[in-house]
């Protein structure tokens, strides 16, 4: 989003913070809010909060996606607080209220303010270091899963309707290419053509679901790995955050980002495709947290289709990437010319790793299954 700088004090004001504001500076690497760490003085003590503008152009209901974050926030607080947890704020987001008790703020410009407790000695790694860490964060993304199976009240609302519906994600790409607005096709013909050459595999998840064995659930639909904070002292993964895209969905998703994001040694946007690989290694251990904790409500096919599930996502994002590329960069943020090309080509080197390593993956499921 690119508007007049906001006037970030005046925005914390609406909130229930204690203590006297210090600073507001940008924080993190997410594509999508604006993120903004506050600081605060509290008798003495420095405080950190944490402040959000909601990116309105993409999640269009912010009202009812607020709605989800607090009803699984309430939910997780709850189960904490069952268990005796000492330290809950650490473990769940705990939104902290405006002044008049609402779950975000409307500014004059008509921009979603939200603010959060700030989890402290914790970060959200952008490239995953060990099989611990991927270990870590599959099992908590399994086991925010089983939070939420017996979430109470309505369906959850839908903040992105068809959001890894990877057809229509193919049916947007090749709008953008037939239009080709920028003129880009061209600096992408290979691309693009590595991209229309696999369109056969578009509805692989989605007839798992349709033919009944592979269950609507409610996922979390964006568990990059730095969407779940490890605690930098023990390593542990400690909290689940970027609760926006929060709704119904399959478990594969959440799964298959995971493997997207937490087993290559490369970043998302690296330009030298030599180093991007999906580890074995990682896979193992992704495999072996998620069921953990998952484990015993996936069904069988959900687990047999655990690989499937990581070429899917990761070919989604190649075709996502592509089609922001292709319309001119108005989805994700960009910090350089051709980023979303480069975040495709990690995509497209990424998918060919899978394919090559597949029967070592399935393998490596089934031994996972069978271990005690
Ligand atoms: P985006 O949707 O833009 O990715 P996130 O909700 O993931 O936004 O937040 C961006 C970054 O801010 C995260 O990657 C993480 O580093 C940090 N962050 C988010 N929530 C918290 C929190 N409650 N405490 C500490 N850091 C946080
Ligand atoms: C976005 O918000 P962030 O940066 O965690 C995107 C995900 C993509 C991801 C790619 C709402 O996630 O779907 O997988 O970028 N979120 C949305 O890095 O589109
Ligand atoms: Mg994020």
Same mark, same amino acid.
């Given at each position: 989003?690119?508007?007049?700088?906001?006037?970030?004090?005046?925005?914390?004001?609406?909130?229930?913070?204690?203590?006297?504001?210090?600073?507001?500076?940008?924080?993190?690497?997410? +594509?999508i809010?604006?993120?903004?760490?506050?600081?605060?003085?509290?008798?003495?003590?420095?405080v950190r909060?944490?402040?959000?503008?909601?990116?309105?152009?993409?999640?269009?209901?912010?009202?009812?996606?607020?709605?989800?974050?607090q009803?699984?926030?309430?939910?997780?607080?709850a189960?904490?607080?069952?268990?005796?947890?000492?330290?809950?704020?650490?473990?769940?987001?705990?939104?902290?209220?405006?002044?008049?008790?609402?779950?975000?703020?409307r500014?004059?410009?008509?921009?979603?303010?939200?603010?959060?407790?700030f989890i402290? +000695?914790?970060?959200?790694?952008?490239?995953?270091?060990?099989?611990?860490?991927?270990?870590?964060?599959?099992?908590?993304?399994?086991?925010?899963?089983?939070?939420?199976?017996?979430?109470?009240?309505?369906?959850?609302?839908?903040?992105?309707p068809?959001? +890894?519906h990877?057809?229509r994600?193919?049916?947007?790409?090749?709008?953008?290419?037939?239009?080709?607005?920028?003129?880009?096709?061209?600096?992408?013909?290979?691309?693009?053509?590595?991209?229309?050459?696999?369109?056969?595999?578009?509805?692989?998840?989605?007839?798992?679901?349709?033919?009944?064995?592979?269950?609507?659930?409610?996922?979390?639909?964006?568990?990059?790995?730095?969407?779940?904070?490890?605690?930098?002292?023990?390593?542990?993964?400690?909290?689940?955050?970027?609760?926006?895209?929060?709704?119904?969905?399959?478990?594969?998703?959440?799964?298959?980002?995971?493997?997207?994001?937490?087993?290559?040694?490369?970043?998302?946007?690296?330009?030298?495709?030599?180093?991007?690989?999906?580890?074995?290694?990682?896979?193992?251990?992704?495999?072996?947290?998620?069921?953990?904790t998952?484990?015993?409500?996936?069904?069988?096919?959900?687990?047999?289709?655990?690989?499937?599930?990581?070429?899917?996502l990761?070919?989604?994002?190649?075709?996502?990437?592509?089609?922001?590329?292709?319309?001119?960069?108005?989805?994700?943020?960009?910090?350089?010319?051709?980023?979303?090309?480069?975040?495709?080509?990690?995509?497209?080197?990424?998918?060919?790793?899978?394919?090559?390593?597949?029967?070592?993956?399935?393998?490596?499921?089934?031994?996972?299954?069978?271990?005690?």
């Amino acid at each position: 989003m690119t508007s007049p700088q906001p006037d970030l004090r005046s925005i914390a004001a609406a909130f229930r913070l204690c203590g006297d504001f210090v600073a507001a500076v940008p924080y993190g690497s997410g +594509h999508i809010n604006d993120t903004y760490a506050l600081s605060y003085n509290q008798g003495g003590t420095p405080v950190r909060y944490l402040l959000q503008r909601v990116n309105h152009t993409i999640f269009k209901d912010v009202p009812g996606l607020m709605d989800n974050i607090q009803r699984v926030c309430a939910h997780a607080q709850a189960r904490l607080a069952a268990a005796g947890c000492p330290d809950a704020s650490r473990r769940a987001l705990t939104l902290i209220p405006t002044v008049d008790g609402a779950a975000f703020h409307r500014d004059d410009r008509g921009n979603y303010w939200r603010v959060y407790v700030f989890i402290e +000695h914790a970060t959200g790694h952008n490239i995953v270091q060990s099989p611990a860490q991927a270990y870590e964060a599959a099992r908590a993304f399994g086991a925010f899963q089983k939070l939420l199976v017996d979430l109470p009240g309505e369906r959850l609302n839908e903040t992105i309707p068809n959001f +890894h519906h990877t057809p229509r994600r193919y049916e947007a790409f090749e709008a953008a290419l037939a239009a080709d607005t920028h003129n880009r096709a061209v600096a992408a013909r290979a691309e693009i053509d590595w991209i229309l050459a696999r369109r056969d595999r578009a509805s692989a998840l989605l007839d798992l679901n349709r033919r009944g064995l592979v269950p609507e659930r409610i996922t979390h639909n964006d568990t990059k790995l730095n969407n779940v904070l490890l605690d930098d002292a023990t390593g542990e993964a400690i909290c689940v955050i970027d609760l926006d895209t929060l709704m119904p969905g399959l478990a594969l998703y959440d799964f298959g980002d995971l493997v997207r994001t937490s087993t290559s040694p490369a970043a998302e946007d690296e330009r030298d495709l030599g180093k991007v690989t999906m580890q074995l290694p990682m896979f193992d251990a992704l495999v072996r947290g998620y069921l953990a904790t998952a484990g015993d409500f996936l069904t069988p096919a959900e687990i047999a289709n655990l690989p499937t599930a990581g070429m899917i996502l990761t070919l989604t994002l190649a075709v996502r990437f592509m089609t922001d590329f292709l319309q001119g960069d108005t989805y994700y943020k960009i910090h350089r010319p051709n980023h979303n090309l480069d975040r495709t080509r990690t995509q497209i080197a990424l998918v060919d790793s899978i394919d090559a390593q597949r029967e070592a993956m399935d393998d490596c499921v089934r031994k996972a299954g069978t271990r005690p």
